[in-house]
């Protein structure tokens, strides 16, 4: 982990930057030429004491410092001033030194681990189970401020069922007639919109076995619980939202009710319900983790795929060994970074947009 005596930025973890406490002091630290802006040099030493880890900093490129700058600098002169660093400190630096921290556990029940859709059936047979020491030993060490639980909650006529294949019409652009559909082909049910659909085993139906969380999985009293999949028309692989993006959960309201920022993602599977949360997570605008080594998936074609999605959206991907001094701010990613400076950057334009409607 990065030394403390070296981290200039070390006195400022886990700090209230709504105050402005330190704020002048840490400008001029950085405003080496004294003329009351950081250029683009002095931004750069700024970021290189920022961005820090186990193996000292993250030496960011002269292209990464110049996109920061740019989503930060709002008179576009290419420097910070003291007026955009006041907004930095207590947006930007709030997020990088004082994040709200969430552990969401995918769909660890018992259906995809032992029973109708195990994992270890599917074809790239990995254990779920596997996952589950590892979880519970994030959720025993790390202080997350907060953790939630989703969970697949079917009812028996669920679209994605084999078993209900012929309950609705099928479209006639489906590539498989509902007489001749086998256990996980793809089929097209009739609508508006044409529901493309994936045929499950059926799993996960509330009040069976299957859709408890499994045995071993240690469950938090004060945890967020999320059901996905509840509307029998249409399936719900994120737990944000459903497949279609015609309704969601209540994940994100309840998230940013505690204000977290950011979000650290395990479970089941990579390439469906973990991959597909993780991606609406970075949408959604929070800075997104996915713990490499806590999930297992349904496919490894379909989990490279995914990895790719993530990545392109932005998520970041780790080791759980890595998860304690990130959560802890002594290991700060430049990735994660350059997102809350996105972050900034989105939310000054809702506000100036709001600004320019209510004039």
């Known amino acids: 982990m990065a030394d403390d005596r070296k981290d200039f930025f070390a006195q400022y973890r886990k700090t209230d930057f709504s105050a402005m406490n330190g704020l002048k002091e840490c400008f001029d630290h950085f405003d080496v030429d004294r003329d009351g802006l950081l250029d683009a040099t002095e931004f750069s030493e700024l970021c290189k004491s920022l961005f820090i880890g186990n193996h000292g900093d993250y030496r960011l490129t002269e292209e990464q410092v110049k996109q920061i700058i740019e989503l930060l600098d709002d008179d576009k002169d290419g420097k910070i001033n003291l007026a955009e660093f006041n907004i930095c400190w207590k947006y930007w630096f709030r997020q990088v030194l004082s994040p709200v921290s969430a552990l969401l556990v995918i769909d660890i029940q018992n259906d995809f681990i032992d029973g109708s859709l195990a994992l270890k059936n599917c074809p790239a047979g990995e254990n779920g189970a596997e996952v589950i020491p590892l979880i519970n030993k994030l959720i025993d060490e790390v202080n997350f401020d907060v953790i939630g639980y989703s969970r697949d909650w079917h009812p028996e006529n669920h679209i994605s069922f084999f078993d209900n294949v012929k309950l609705r019409e099928l479209a006639p652009s489906s590539p498989v007639k509902a007489e001749d559909a086998k256990m996980l082909d793809t089929v097209h049910f009739a609508g508006n919109p044409v ?30 619980d999320i059901l996905k999949g509840t509307n029998a028309d249409i399936d719900s692989y994120s737990a944000f939202y459903d497949n279609m993006k015609l309704s969601q959960t209540k994940l994100a309201e309840e998230l940013q009710k505690r204000k977290v920022t950011d979000v650290y993602m395990c479970g089941l599977a990579y390439d469906f319900c973990l991959g597909s949360t993780s991606v609406d997570a970075a949408e959604h605008g929070f800075r997104t983790v996915v713990i490499e080594d806590t999930v297992r998936c349904v496919d490894l074609n379909g989990k490279m795929k995914m990895r790719q999605r993530m990545k392109e959206a932005g998520c970041v991907l780790v080791n759980s060994k890595d998860v304690p001094d990130m959560v802890n701010c002594k290991d700060r990613r430049p990735d994660l970074g350059y997102q809350a400076a996105v972050n900034v950057a989105v939310a000054k334009k809702i506000q100036k947009k709001g600004l320019a409607i209510a004039t």
């Open 195 to 224: 529901i493309e659909q994936i045929l499950w085993p059926t799993h996960c139906v509330p009040g069976t076995w299957g859709a408890e969380f499994h045995k071993d999985l240690k469950v938090v009293e004060n945890g967020v």
